[in-house]
C-alpha cells in the first residue's frame, strides 16, 4: 500500500524509491504496482495538487457532472518529479521538497490524476448526452483563503 508519503517503514515506498526519477510518472505494469494507493493525504509538486476532500461535490461545480472539466495531468515527460522542489498547498503554505519526496509526491500524482480521470471520462460516457461531456484535463484546485 502506498499513503502517507512521510512513512519511512511500513508502506510500499522502497517501490517508488527505488526507481530512477524518470520512470515514476510512465505507465506501470499492473503486476508491478503497490496493490493498494490510499488517497487519504494531501499531495502536491508545483502547481499540481490532489486533496480527496476538495474535490468539488456541490451541486454547482460537482466534478462527475457533464459540464466539470477534468483534473489537469502532470506531464508523463521524464522531468516532472525533478521538475519542482517545493509547492504551495491551497491554504497558502510553502512546502520545501527534497528529491526524495518530490518523487513520491510525483509519482501519488501522476497515478491518482490519471484514475480520477479514467473513472470521470467511464462515468460520463454512461450519464452524459453524446457529446455533451466536458472532458477537458484543464481543472486545477484553486487556492481558498483560512479563516
Known amino acids: 500500500m502506498l499513503s502517507n508519503t512521510n512513512v519511512q517503514d511500513g508502506e510500499a515506498w522502497a517501490w517508488v524509491d527505488n526507481q530512477a526519477a524518470t520512470n515514476v510518472c510512465q505507465p506501470q505494469p499492473l503486476g508491478k504496482l503497490p496493490l493498494v494507493l ?3 493525504q494531501q ?4 502547481p499540481y ?3 480527496k476532500y476538495y474535490v468539488p461535490t456541490n451541486r454547482y461545480a460537482e ?3 457533464c459540464e466539470h472539466e477534468l483534473f489537469a495531468l502532470p506531464p508523463t ?3 516532472f518529479a525533478t521538475a519542482y522542489n517545493s509547492s504551495v498547498t491551497l491554504d497558502g503554505k510553502y512546502h520545501d521538497l527534497n528529491p526524495n519526496m518530490a518523487q513520491r509526491m510525483a509519482f501519488m500524482l501522476c497515478q491518482l490524476l490519471s484514475r480520477m480521470n479514467s473513472m470521470a471520462r467511464y ?6 448526452a453524446t457529446g455533451t ?3 477537458n484535463a484543464t481543472f486545477f484546485f484553486k ?3 483560512q479563516g
Do not use: I, R, V
Open 38 to 40: 490510499h488517497y487519504c
Open 43 to 46: 499531495y502536491y509538486l508545483g
Open 49 to 51: 495538487y490532489f486533496f
Open 63 to 65: 466534478f462527475l457532472s
Open 77 to 79: 515527460s521524464d522531468t
Open 123 to 128: 462515468y460520463k460516457s454512461q450519464e452524459c
Open 133 to 135: 461531456a466536458n472532458l
Open 143 to 145: 487556492p481558498f483563503k
